[in-house]
Nanobody, 127 residues
Framework: QVQLVESGGGLVQAGDSLRLTCAASGRAFNMYSMGWFRQAPGKERECVSAISRNGGNTYYTNSDKGRYTISRDNAKNTVYMQMNSLKPEDTAVYYC????????????????????WGQGTQVTVSS
């Protein structure tokens, strides 16, 4: 089992950057594939980025590719998402998610693929 706590959200202006952090506690963080999701009011939760257990494989939505970078530090039980050139449409609650997997290289893109979730951190981008 793993517990996840997100931080780093806030109110920023368009064009600014933020780095979200997800700190994991529990056992064997390196056994978990990780993902970042976001949910805007009235919209479904969507996958923003994902990273494999060994950090070698990553995924981004087409709209975020080039602006977002997901990374992980297994020694620190932490996953990050650097968000640059933020837009008002990036406004949402951002969630970190974890899924145990025997595969070192798989990423998972659906919310239903993940068992563990953080409480979320709000990102608000003003125009």
């Amino acid at each position: 089992q793993v517990q996840l706590v997100e931080s780093g959200g806030g109110l920023v202006q368009a064009g600014d950057s933020l780095r979200l952090t997800c700190a994991a506690s529990g056992r064997a963080f390196n056994m978990y594939s990780m993902g970042w999701f976001r949910q805007a009011p009235g919209k479904e939760r969507e996958c923003v980025s994902a990273i494999s257990r060994n950090g070698g494989n990553t995924y981004y939505t087409n709209s975020d590719k080039g602006r977002y970078t997901i990374s992980r530090d297994n020694a620190k039980n932490t996953v990050y998402m650097q968000m640059n050139s933020l837009k008002p449409e990036d406004t949402a609650v951002y969630y970190c998610a974890a899924r145990a997997t025997p595969s070192e290289t798989n990423t998972f893109l659906q919310a239903c693929d993940y068992k563990y979730w953080g409480q979320g951190t709000q990102v608000t981008v003003s125009s």
